[in-house]
């Protein structure tokens, strides 16, 4: 190994992609040499952990082939821009050409992307570099990614415990330095839940800020594409990348994407930050992860932030409401997996309906059958007024309450999770008790508005985080407040275990 690759070895796991992009536009390493670094740390890492249902040697040398081209022909870094020769990767339900597209479901085993998702072929165009697809809960179906047919995926900080879900490889592939960037989709949770997990920083944007084009639906009306990364900064240049109207996607917003990274730098001088006392009160609320939250708003109050105490009540009802409206919009999406067109097909079958019955049985796991037996009797015309309707006004509340405090605050500041992450098998018997860790992050994802959860420190060696909410397009708001109490925590996310190894 020459000292250059040492050195990269020893640095690039952990480095930001504006450091990455800047020692590849000045040619001091090349794009190949980068992508060959992460793919041996890949291979050197991954079999403990399992973030990567699937790895891209070919594509990653192909698009550090093409950087090298371009900046050996005189492309400035300011053309390239600051994710150029960033190493990135893709959970498993987005779409791209030259690989598999498996949801991490025996249903899809093998189905082959048939073109690219929008906010892939978008990070893609930056001159990033794609080292394959992460593993994830079934059909995006859980909080622990334990509900993935490929095998589990474990948490770098302690490989008794899990990276949370669904996107739990995207945030595992970061926090083990196994990729500089990754892009996750969240329905109630699924990438800001992950990221308070593995000390990684996770953004859900606003609902129709990020196409979906490309992305295997979970609960149409709820799913939005984030990034997963290291810092605030990476995640806002992003965002800039794949943010942006798609005309593939009648649900993506005509809302120019905006200057992200700049807003990093603009401070909290005079933005006004609202905690959320009743939240802080919550039964299961871990008291640790509570002062997280007090001590963060007495930062931003340091830095010049008006703190405001307000109360959200209609919290409670969000995940009741959730896991009514989630699986009533995921049966219906989940009806075109039936052993005809595309997907698992049983053998033997005595009839079409037998083998619908007999393909979506052997293709399917437990979770993912549960959500669709759900999702079809809220549907049901006997019980449609009763739980869906109902779920539907309930929705309409917590976009009024969120309303309000918008009306009085610039973001808004809550624990992540009630919990630090916990071990495998723990709620095995009680998947009920398990959706419980989404109960901070679903209402955000009803309403359609903004979230980030950021890391704070350890405790007892586990990560610990706090999460902005911030109004509907208010992302800047998100950067600014993210920034600047990243700045204070310094945390620690190049000591993690797995990153020694």
């Not at 999702?375 to 007024?385: F, I, N």
């Amino acid at each position: 190994m020459s000292d250059t690759q040492k050195r990269l070895a020893d640095t690039l796991p952990f480095m930001s992609a504006t450091e990455v992009s800047a020692l590849v536009t000045s040619k001091e390493v090349s794009a190949r040499e980068v992508a060959h670094t992460m793919l041996d740390r890949i291979k050197q890492l991954d079999g403990d952990i399992h973030a990567y249902n699937e790895v891209t040697p070919e594509l990653a040398l192909a698009a550090a082939d093409n950087l090298d081209k371009r900046i050996a022909e005189g492309a400035t870094a300011e053309e390239l821009g600051k994710l150029a020769g960033a190493p990135v990767a893709f959970k498993d339900n987005m779409n791209l050409v030259g690989t598999h597209t498996t949801c991490s479901s025996k249903m899809l085993e093998g189905f082959q992307s048939p073109y690219d998702c929008t906010a892939v072929r978008r990070l893609l165009d930056a001159h990033t570099l794609p080292l394959g697809k992460l593993n994830m809960d079934e059909f995006a179906f859980g909080s622990s990614t334990e509900t993935s047919a490929t095998g589990l995926t474990h948490n770098p900080w302690d490989h008794k415990r899990v990276p949370g879900g669904s996107s739990g490889g995207s945030a595992a592939a970061v926090s083990a330095g196994m990729a500089t960037i990754t892009l996750g989709s969240d329905t109630g949770g699924s990438i800001r839940q992950p990221a308070a997990f593995t000390g990684t920083v996770g953004l859900k944007p606003s609902y129709g800020r990020v196409s979906r084009y490309g992305c295997v639906a979970f609960a149409s009306s709820l799913d939005q594409i984030g990034p997963f990364s290291h810092t605030v900064r990476d995640s806002a240049l992003a965002l800039g990348a794949i943010a942006g109207k798609d005309p593939l996607d009648a649900t993506s917003m005509n809302v120019p994407a905006e200057d992200y990274f700049a807003s990093c730098n603009q401070g909290v001088e005079g933005m006004r930050v609202a905690v959320a006392t009743d939240l802080l009160e919550q039964e299961g609320l871990d008291p640790r992860l509570k002062k997280e939250v007090l001590d963060s708003a007495e930062l931003l109050a340091g830095m010049g932030a008006e703190v405001v105490e307000i109360t959200l009540p209609s919290t409670k009802y969000g995940l009741p409401a959730y896991y009514v409206l989630g699986p009533a919009e995921a049966s219906s999406n989940m009806a075109r997996f039936d052993g005809i067109r595309y997907g698992h097909r049983a053998e033997n079958a005595e009839d079409i309906l037998d083998l619908y019955m007999r393909s979506r049985s052997e293709g399917f796991g437990d979770e993912t059958i549960r959500r669709i037996m759900i999702g079809t009797y809220v549907l049901s015309s006997g019980h449609y007024d009763s739980y869906y309707m109902q779920a539907q006004k309930v929705r309409t509340v917590i976009r009024d309450d969120y309303k309000a405090v918008f009306a009085q605050a610039d973001v808004l500041l809550t624990p992540s999770t009630p919990v630090l992450p916990f071990k495998f098998g723990e709620f095995a018997d009680d998947p009920t008790a398990m959706y419980l860790s989404d109960y901070y992050t679903i209402p955000v994802n009803m309403a359609g508005i903004a979230g980030m959860s950021l890391p704070t420190r350890l405790i007892d060696g586990l990560p610990a985080s706090v999460q902005l909410v911030a109004n509907h397009f208010r992302e800047t708001d998100l950067f600014r407040a993210g920034a600047a109490l990243e700045s204070s925590f310094a945390f620690p996310y190049d000591s993690v275990p797995a990153g020694q190894a």
